[in-house]
């Protein structure tokens, strides 16, 4: 079976640089109407974006399986439930590989990547990631011979925000994952609020400058938008 292609070299040092865009409210709504038609989760298709995005303009044209990685909650599936005044974090980290070429169009990495998520939560994968995290981060820093992954991305749904407190106006919500050498190319926290969709991306200046992060965010939001729009209308013709 391939293997997962090696992500970018590990730099000797970094640090972190950060970069947030956001979708129109018209055009996230069109966003989530064609995931849903395409039969994947709106995470998936951010996932499939970010990984596309990344791969198109750092490693194409070449094949291969590279790796992603997918943040899920946890909360929902404890028992008994955790309280919500309790803070801690329940949260896992998949690491999956998704095969990628110079042709896929969004939904071609969307649906096998919403399959191997939905594979690895069958398998109870959620729960053992949340145990072997800390001896497999252990192994990667004593080996220090791979990056974690090309892309990570913490999807958090709709977040349920009113447009004011009182005399207070919500205008925005950030949230960075953060990162370190061995970590992924590009990382990406997202979340709707407020009928649209934000994306804030974490890029280290080892691997890219900000023009060229901002050329994949842009990417990002081609794939989101346009490129997904033509895609799905392929698919339904």
């Not at 599936?77 to 803070?87: A, G, M, N, R």
């Not at 090309?150 to 999807?155: D, E, I, P, Q, V």
Request: proline share 6%; charged share 20%; aromatic share 6%.
């Amino acid at each position: 079976r391939e293997g997962p292609r090696a992500a970018a070299p590990i730099p000797p040092s970094s640090r972190c640089r950060l970069h947030s865009f956001s979708l129109s409210v018209d055009d996230t709504l069109a966003l989530v109407r064609r995931s849903r038609r395409a039969g994947v989760t709106l995470g998936s298709t951010l996932g499939a974006a970010l990984l596309l995005a990344v791969y198109r303009r750092r490693h194409a044209p070449r094949p291969g399986r590279f790796r992603t990685i997918v943040f899920v909650d946890q909360r929902p599936h404890l028992h008994p439930p955790v309280s919500t005044e309790h803070l801690g974090c329940y949260i896992s980290m998949l690491r999956l590989a998704v095969r990628l070429t110079p042709d896929a169009s969004l939904y071609d990495v969307a649906r096998p990547l919403g399959e191997a998520v939905y594979a690895a939560n069958r398998r109870g994968e959620r729960f053992l990631s949340a145990i072997v995290s800390k001896p497999l981060m252990t192994w990667l820093l004593r080996r220090q011979s791979e990056r974690m992954g090309t892309t990570a991305l913490s999807y958090a749904g709709p977040l349920a925000l009113q447009e004011n407190y009182g005399p207070i106006e919500v205008t925005s919500v950030h949230g960075f994952i953060t990162s370190n050498r061995l970590g992924p190319e590009l990382a990406a926290f997202a979340h709707l609020s407020l009928g649209r969709l934000h994306l804030d991306l974490m890029f280290m200046e080892a691997d890219m400058d900000r023009q060229e992060a901002q050329e994949i965010a842009q990417a990002v939001a081609h794939l989101l938008t346009d490129e997904g729009a033509h895609s799905t209308a392929q698919d339904e013709q």
